[in-house]
């Protein structure tokens, strides 16, 4: 058997050049914990796998892992610092099931996130004190990190209907993932892409990918068209996310009026003022702001008046019985005057019947979306059918 370990460095909160340091300190500790015959290796970031020469059992693995954590406790001198770092640790054993070197490696890897979420300073081997629903979670994480590279995401496009022009004037992007003949559904991966910040190399591609298939578009004569994507918070607080938006406006030519952001009520939990000065940029930029899933969240509704946005999406929640629910009828009525009042476009979405269309017209509502108009389309589904 050969034991295979892998550890993660906690090292956040330095500057570069000390993190290159703490490394090879690191890596000179790690190497008194070896014997000979052992391999190490740096994958990069700061992370390294350690191979345990052919004939080590678990107990030994566990063993080399304790000596890890000891050589930690004392700190690194470097410069003037004093660095403490600890390490999370995953054990994974070649069974007789398993001899795909890759399989081992990658449940290594899932043994040290789980020992990464227990707290650092932990091993964790793999199959142990793992329940399947984390283990399934860890899996997927491991499994969508390779899904950008391989080409398993495509967007969709959602169309939405002017009620008063009775045209398609723009869609929703919505993300797709293709992995082993199945189709996964965003709702269950988004969550893991947020956990992991796997979301801002993701978000970047949908962006990219959005804003260059909707220039295609306008540049074949089909626009005027305006395209939405689906911000996460955690996208929305990157530092960088501004640069990225820009660069893509640039990249692809889309002009920014037809650039459409949406965004939760949960940016305006946390730091207010932060959300208020990056919302103020998108808006001088000419980008539009949307409010999504509106009336689902948690926070005051005077955010409304002090932040500059452009539209409001009332959720699905409150349309679906529209028609039969009157007390639905009275909160969507007065979310779309409220929302006039305040100089938004409202579009409703999650219609799904013409006696659902019938009454949001009659409240005003300027557009829709919805099964009963379009699904998500494929890109090539949706241009044939905006020629139409
Ligand atoms: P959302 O932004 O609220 O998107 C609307 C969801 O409702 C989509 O689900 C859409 O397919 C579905 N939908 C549209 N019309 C109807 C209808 O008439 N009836 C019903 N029952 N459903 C309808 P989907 O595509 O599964 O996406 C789920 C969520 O995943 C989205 O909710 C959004 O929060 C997230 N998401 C999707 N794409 C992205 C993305 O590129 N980035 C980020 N950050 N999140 C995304
Ligand atoms: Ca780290
Ligand atoms: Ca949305
Ligand atoms: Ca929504």
Redesign the pocket.
């Known amino acids: 058997y050969v034991d295979i370990d892998r550890f993660k460095v906690i090292s956040e909160g330095f500057g570069h050049n000390m993190v290159d340091e703490v490394l090879v300190a690191f890596a000179e500790r790690l190497e008194r914990c070896l014997r000979e015959g052992d391999t190490l290796a740096f994958l990069g970031g700061d992370t390294f796998v350690v191979l345990l020469q052919d004939g080590s059992e678990a107990r030994q693995a566990q063993h080399v892992a304790n000596q890890i954590h000891m050589q930690l406790i004392a700190p690194f001198h470097i410069e003037d610092h004093e660095v403490f770092t600890k390490a999370s640790i995953g054990i994974s054993t070649v069974a007789p099931m398993v001899r795909n070197p890759e399989e081992v490696l990658r449940r290594a890897q899932t043994a040290m996130k789980h020992a990464r979420r227990l707290g650092s300073g932990h091993t964790g081997v793999y199959g142990e004190g793992m329940d399947s629903k984390t283990r399934h979670l860890l899996e997927m994480e491991s499994k969508l990190r390779s899904a950008l590279d391989r080409q398993e995401l495509t967007?969709?496009f959602?169309p939405q209907l002017c009620l008063g022009e009775n045209r398609i004037t723009g869609m929703?992007?919505?993300?797709r993932w293709k992995h082993g003949g199945k189709m996964i559904?965003?709702?269950e991966f988004?969550p893991v892409a947020e956990e992991t910040d796997l979301?801002l190399p993701i978000?970047e591609w949908?962006l990219r990918e959005a804003a260059a298939k909707t220039m295609r578009w306008i540049d074949m004569g089909l626009g005027p068209l305006r395209v939405a994507?689906?911000?996460?918070e955690r996208?929305f607080r990157a530092q960088n996310l501004f640069r990225i938006v820009e660069q893509v406006l640039i990249d692809t030519r889309l002009p920014p009026e037809c650039l459409e952001l949406?965004l939760t009520e949960s940016i305006f939990v946390d730091d207010p003022e932060a959300t208020r000065q990056t919302l103020m940029a998108f808006h001088k930029l000419g980008c539009k702001v949307a409010l999504?899933?509106f009336g689902t969240g948690y926070s005051s509704m005077s955010y409304l008046k002090s932040f500059p946005l452009d539209t409001l999406k009332i959720d699905?929640a409150f349309v679906m019985d529209l028609t039969s629910d009157p007390r639905d009828a009275a909160l969507c009525s007065s979310m779309i005057s409220l929302a006039h009042q305040l100089n938004m476009d409202v579009i409703a979405?999650?219609?799904?019947s013409q006696e659902q269309l019938i009454i949001l017209r009659a409240f005003q509502c300027d557009e829709i979306?919805?099964?009963?108009f379009s699904?998500?389309l494929a890109a090539d589904k949706f241009e044939t059918f905006i020629r139409e």
């Open positions: 967007i969709y959602q929703e992007t919505l993300l559904s965003p709702g988004i979301i978000g949908v994507v689906n911000l996460s996208q949406e999504d899933d699905r979405e999650g219609v799904e979306q919805g099964y009963f699904k998500p």
